[in-house]
């Protein structure tokens, strides 16, 4: 069940009211009310609910949304209490105040029609069923990659397009300077015609997780945690950060990385809103324990212009080259490295290819987008094909064999048995939902 709030927004103005905190007596009212000296007045901010607050959502999603002066964030949900409460108690401390809703189920914050926007740090699984349901309801969404699935996807795709809703993929590749300035080099012809792409992902974990089940502790909503994917014991190693090395919730470290640096390759490429032809991995997964999501992996890709994209395990790194050089950068990060200092120091004339970026970072873009209803840099279309890319190494693994892709069908060719792993069957009531 939902932990009820003691003490939302709305009830402590009721309560304030009640005991006769407001007083009809002139009171001076302070500038960030009025929306002076640099600050949006209330009325104008945009009240956004945070849906799964684990460690990256509360360490790296949330704090953006504290400082900027245009949001406000008034819900915290999450099916693990513990984290529920150190998110709302660290709002509130921000805000100075005790108004942050707390929830277990993100329906609550949905329904909620106070709230403009939300943002989406769940397991996988839950990230294309949540932001459906959140932009039917009316919400603009930021939500993290990937989906779980290439259908999953298209629909996310299609529920965008046709509500006309903001959504913005969550990585900050776009806005890191190396990322985008090597991409830019690369579309304004500084290493001649791109001919391959060296992309090397990590390797996690360094164990295959115990799988011996446990008493589901009393502060997880462990169902909820599960939705739509199938019904397992609980264990710790199951849950949380580690929900990465099990195929029911994610794809593995190649969907965890690949979104990151294949969105450089794609970028550069100038094929973000296609992809490949051609797919062809081998690999080895975790056996004796609980994870079962590819363990080390060497995959091929093929594009129709030529270009061929490498991806290996190590450390996360990018290398892209062409007929007159090569650019790239080793390490997450790492420092821009070229062929050649001219290349390195070549400056990107006004009149040449100017790739759109927010310095700002993913969480800026997405609440400036908000207001000018543009796409984000990072975009739903563009964010599905990225995906794309991961899944279709998993399957290519996985079947042992070559595959052919039609990146304008969206689909293998030719192959039954890969068309039939582009999509999961979802346990009810959790199947995604259908468009108004």
Known sequence: MPTPNPLTRRSFIRKAAAVGAFVAAPQIVPSRVLGREGHTAPSNLIRVGFIGIGGHGFDWNLPPYLKHQDARVIAA?????QRMRRAATFINRHYDNQDCAQTQDFREVLARPDIDAVMIST???????????????????????????????????????????????????????????????????RIGQLQRIEVILPKEP????????????????????LGPAPQAPYTPARVHYNFRWIEDYSGGIICDWGTHLFDTA???????????VEVEGIGSYWSGGLYNTVKDY?????YQNGVVMTCKPGNPSIKLIGSDGWIGNTGWRGPLEASSEKILNSRIEPGEIHL????????????QCV???????????????????????????????????????????????????MDRPRRDPWQLPTLP
């Open 266 to 276: 794609q970028w550069a490429n100038h094929t973000e809103l296609s992809g490949p």
């Open 371 to 421: 207001r000018s209803r543009k796409d984000p840099y990072f975009p739903v279309d563009i964010g599905h094909r990225v995906n794309c890319i991961c899944h279709m190494a998993n399957i290519s693994i996985k079947l042992g064999r070559k595959l052919k892709w039609d990146p304008v069908a969206e689909t293998f060719v030719g192959d039954p048995q890969a068309v039939a792993m």
């Open 356 to 367: 759109y970026t927010n310095p700002a970072g993913e969480h800026d873009d997405f609440l």
């Open 77 to 81: 949900c999450d099916v693990d209490q």
């Open 206 to 225: 360094s164990t295959a997780g115990d799988p011996t089940p446990q008493p589901v502790p009393a502060h997880l909503d462990y169902e909820m945690w």
């Open 123 to 189: 397991p996988d699984h839950w990230h294309t069923q949540i932001s459906m349901m959140a932009m039917i309801a009316g919400k603009d969404v930021q939500c993290e990659k990937p989906t779980l699935t290439i259908d999953e996807g298209k629909h996310l795709s299609q529920c965008v397009r046709k509500l006309k809703k903001v959504f913005q993929t969550s990585t900050e590749d776009r806005s890191v300077p190396v990322y985008h300035r090597m991409a830019e080099l690369v579309r304004n012809g």
């Open 298 to 302: 060497d995959v091929t890709f093929r």
